[in-house]
């Protein structure tokens, strides 16, 4: 069984930085397209980023295009996500996610086959 465990959130003023991590076991994490998606309360749990095994191929939602940056690290079974210029808006309960079977098809959360618990971003204005 797939596990993922999330780090390095926290709380941060507006304009700062932050990077979170995922660690993965339990599978063979460099076959796995990876994700990160966000959700605040009351809202569906939104796309943020993906990478593809190799990270040679890597999306973003446009409201982090730019801002945000997704690596991964296959021989420490690693992910990460590298957050510049945070708004408040960017506030969230930070998810990484792991796609066993990639289709090719960005940011489809339902596709997702593991989740992490979670790690909580505060960015104050």
């Known amino acids: 069984q797939v596990q993922l465990v999330e780090s390095g959130g926290g709380l941060v003023q507006a304009g700062g930085s932050l990077r979170v991590s995922c660690a993965a076991s339990?599978?063979?994490?460099?076959?796995?397209?990876m994700g990160w998606f966000r959700q605040t309360p009351g809202k569906e749990r939104e796309f943020v980023a993906q990478?593809?095994?190799?990270?040679?191929?890597?999306y973003y939602a446009d409201s982090v295009k730019g801002r945000f940056t997704i690596s991964r690290d296959n021989a420490k079974n690693m992910l990460y996500l590298q957050m510049d210029s945070l708004k408040p808006e960017d506030t969230a309960v930070y998810y990484c996610a792991a796609d066993r079977y990639p289709t090719g098809r960005v940011g489809v959360r339902n596709l997702y086959d593991y989740w992490g618990q979670g790690t909580q971003v505060t960015v104050s204005s």
């Open positions: 990478i593809s095994w190799s990270g040679g191929s890597t």
């Open positions: 339990g599978g063979t994490f460099s076959t796995f397209t």
